[in-house]
């Protein structure tokens, strides 16, 4: 299995992802799902793979689930999925695959346990916050 991120360019947090994985020395496939969109099947296995909901998955900032209705509680799983296929900036980012799990990975330090190879250094942020090669956010 290779690493696998589902990205959005746009997003710090997922800018900052993709860079730990490169730092790490492993050059993952980028799935920019903005364009590509997202499948059933595809978001399913992966929020089992993670161990989320779709409740979990849904990004509530800068996205249109409050215009969409999509904030309140009542809201099926099955009414959030319709949702995210139809909008698929509504699914929180980034998605990261690898042989050792799969994980919504924000904050960004959520990528670590996931990697293959552990970062050899400290690892700079955009916002210039430090991630220790240890796993622990220094700032």
């Given at each position: 299995m290779t690493t696998v991120i589902h990205h959005n360019p746009d997003c710090g947090t997922s800018r900052n992802v993709l860079a730990v994985i490169r730092a790490s020395g492993t050059e993952p496939v980028i799935i920019e799902y903005l364009q590509t969109g997202w499948t059933r099947?595809?978001?399913?296995?992966?929020?089992a793979a993670a161990g989320l909901t779709?409740?979990?998955?849904?990004?509530?900032?800068?996205?249109?689930a409050k215009e969409l209705g999509?904030?309140?509680?009542g809201v099926s799983d099955d009414a959030l999925m319709d949702a995210m296929l139809a909008h698929p900036v509504l699914v929180?980012?980034?998605?990261?695959c690898t042989p050792k799990g799969v994980a919504l990975c924000r904050p960004s330090e959520a990528v670590l346990p996931l990697l293959e190879q552990p970062l050899a250094a400290p690892f700079?942020?955009?916002?210039?916050?430090i991630i220790a090669a240890d796993h622990a956010e220094v700032t």
């Open positions: 099947p595809q978001l399913l296995a992966l929020f779709p409740r979990d998955a849904l990004r509530t900032s800068k996205s249109p999509l904030l309140d509680p929180n980012r980034p998605i990261v700079t942020k955009e916002d210039g916050g």
